[in-house]
């Protein structure tokens, strides 16, 4: 299973290098690109964000699959994470959907198509 790290593109900056950089920044390893799709987004989501009028946007996210394993070590940001974990697709589909994106359901099961 992966981890959900995210992060906005700045400017003139590619979304793989955004993917390199806030896996690095995130998790403190480097992003390995699952083989099956390379440096391709594997699904893309558009959300509207809650918040006051003035915060309000429209999120487009681009979903890059990454691969490791579970012996990887990970250094997470602790200014991003309180902690991490690896979690298994039926895990993700028994959670209260309120403690995830609302997406991730449907991107594990895009990724379980490959």
Known sequence: MATHTGGHVEP??????????E???ELGVPAVFLPEL??????????ETV???EQRHTDVSLWFAL???RDQVFTPDPDEFRGIRWWTPQEVSD???KTL???????IAKLATL
């Open 38 to 47: 390379g440096e391709r987004p594997l699904f893309l989501t558009v959300t």
């Open 67 to 69: 691969t490791s394993s």
């Open 101 to 107: 994106d609302p997406h991730m359901g449907r991107m």
């Open 12 to 21: 003139g900056e590619h979304p793989v290098q955004t993917v390199r950089r």
């Open 95 to 97: 959670a209260d959907p």
């Open 23 to 25: 896996v690095m920044e």
């Open 51 to 53: 918040g006051t009028l």
